[in-house]
T-cell receptor, first 112, second 117 residues
Framework: GNSVTQMEGPVTLSEEAFLTINCTYT??????LFWYVQYPGEGLQLLLK?????DKGSNKGFEATYRKETTSFHLEKGSVQVSDSAVYFC???????????FGKGNQVVVIP | DTGVSQDPRHKITKRGQNVTFRCDPI?????LYWYRQTLGQGPEFLTY????????KSRLLSDRFSAERPKGSFSTLEIQRTEQGDSAMYLC???????????????FGSGTQLSVL
C-alpha cells in the first residue's frame, strides 16, 4: 500500500539557516505528493504539491522536487525565519484513492 | 474567511461514554473527510463523504464509530462506548471535487482533541 517515511526527530536550527526535511514514499502507480504545514494552534494547510515526476512545488520560499528514481520529495528552504516554526507533514495521494497517506511529521523550531 | 470549523475544540469524557463531534466544511465543498491524529504521528484516514454519501471507510473505523453527513453539508462523528485508546485529535477536512485527477487540495479544520479518562 501507499506509505510515506519522514526523517526522525525534531529539527532545531538558527534563523537564516538552510532547512532540509527528508521524505521518501512507497506507492503503486503515479502518486501526487504534498507537503502540509501545521502552525501552532492552527489546522493543517497545504504548503506545496507536485503531481508528476520531476515537477517542483514551491511556496513561501520552500521547494520540493518529485524524484521518481529515488522515490523522494524532500522539502528545502534556503533561509528560514522564526515564523517557519511549525510541524511539517509529507503526504501522498493517488488517482482513484481518496485518502492521503501522511508521514509522522517533523517539528521545526527556528531560533532567533 | 469561512474555513472548516470543528466543534468542540476539546472534549474530556469518561471511558464508556458516547461523544459526538461536528464539522462544518467550506460551503461549496462536496467532499468531506475525517482523520485521526495521535501524538507524534501523522493524520490517519478514517472516512470520507461525497455530498451525503459515505463512500469509503478505513479499517480503523470500528463499529463503535459512526459518521453522517445527512444533507451533504455538515458532518458528525460519533464514538460510542469510548475507550482510552480513542484519545486523539480528530480532524475534519473538505475539498472541492476536481476533475477526477489526484492532487486535490484538502482544507483542514483545527480539530477536536478527545481525552478519554
Amino acid at each position: 500500500g501507499n506509505s510515506v517515511t519522514q526523517m526522525e526527530g525534531p529539527v532545531t536550527l538558527s534563523e537564516e539557516a538552510f532547512l532540509t526535511i527528508n521524505c521518501t514514499y512507497t506507492a503503486t502507480g503515479y502518486p501526487s505528493l504534498f507537503w502540509y504545514v501545521q502552525y501552532p494552534g492552527e489546522g493543517l494547510q497545504l504548503l506545496l504539491k507536485a503531481t508528476k515526476a520531476d515537477d517542483k512545488g514551491s511556496n513561501k520560499g520552500f521547494e520540493a522536487t518529485y524524484r521518481k528514481e529515488t522515490t523522494s520529495f524532500h522539502l528545502e528552504k534556503g533561509s528560514v525565519q522564526v515564523s517557519d516554526s511549525a510541524v511539517y507533514f509529507c503526504a501522498l495521494g493517488s488517482y482513484g484513492n481518496n485518502r492521503l497517506a501522511f508521514g509522522k511529521g517533523n517539528q521545526v523550531v527556528v531560533i532567533p | 474567511d469561512t474555513g472548516v470549523s470543528q466543534d468542540p475544540r476539546h472534549k474530556i469524557t469518561k471511558r464508556g461514554q458516547n461523544v459526538t463531534f461536528r464539522c462544518d466544511p467550506i460551503s461549496e465543498h462536496n467532499r468531506l473527510y475525517w482523520y485521526r491524529q495521535t501524538l507524534g504521528q501523522g493524520p490517519e484516514f478514517l472516512t470520507y463523504f461525497q455530498n451525503e454519501a459515505q463512500l469509503e471507510k478505513s479499517r480503523l473505523l470500528s463499529d463503535r464509530f459512526s459518521a453522517e453527513r445527512p444533507k451533504g453539508s455538515f458532518s458528525t462523528l460519533e464514538i460510542q462506548r469510548t475507550e482510552q485508546g480513542d484519545s486523539a485529535m480528530y480532524l475534519c477536512a473538505s475539498s472541492l471535487l476536481g476533475g477526477g485527477r489526484s492532487g486535490e487540495k484538502l482544507f483542514f479544520g483545527s480539530g477536536t482533541q478527545l481525552s478519554v479518562l
